[in-house]
Nanobody
Framework: QVQLVESGGGLVQTGGSLRLSCAAS????????MAWFRQAPGKVRDFVAA????????DYADSVKDRFTIFRNNANNILYLEMNSLRPEDTAVYYC???????????????????WGQGTQVTVSS
């Protein structure tokens, strides 16, 4: 089993930046694709970004493309999400996700993942 812990959320103004981290323990993440999802109050959990096992492939939701960057450090077992030019509509709880041994070939959905962190709140003020 793998445990995921997100950190790095907070309150920022429109146009600001944050870097989220997702630290994994219990198992190595190097054999698994990973992703970030987000969920705003009263809404479904939405895909944000995904990264392949080696980091050679990344995919983004259209709403965050060119503003967010997903990357990983397999040696340290950490997944990141660099968020720039933040907007009020980015306000949500952000979750990292993993399923051991999983590789993705199309944009993943929440159902593709079995391990989730507790989430970190990102609030962007206007």
């Amino acid at each position: 089993q793998v445990q995921l812990v997100e950190s790095g959320g907070g309150l920022v103004q429109t146009g600001g930046s944050l870097r989220l981290s997702c630290a994994a323990s219990g198992r190595t993440i190097s054999s698994s694709a990973m992703a970030w999802f987000r969920q705003a109050p009263g809404k479904v959990r939405d895909f944000v970004a995904a990264i392949s096992r080696t980091g050679g492939r990344t995919d983004y939701a259209d709403s965050v493309k060119d503003r967010f960057t997903i990357f990983r450090n397999n040696a340290n077992n950490i997944l990141y999400l660099e968020m720039n030019s933040l907007r009020p509509e980015d306000t949500a709880v952000y979750y990292c996700a993993l399923r051991l041994g999983f590789e993705y070939y199309s944009v993943p959905s929440p159902a593709d993942f079995s391990s989730w962190g507790q989430g970190t709140q990102v609030t962007v003020s206007s």
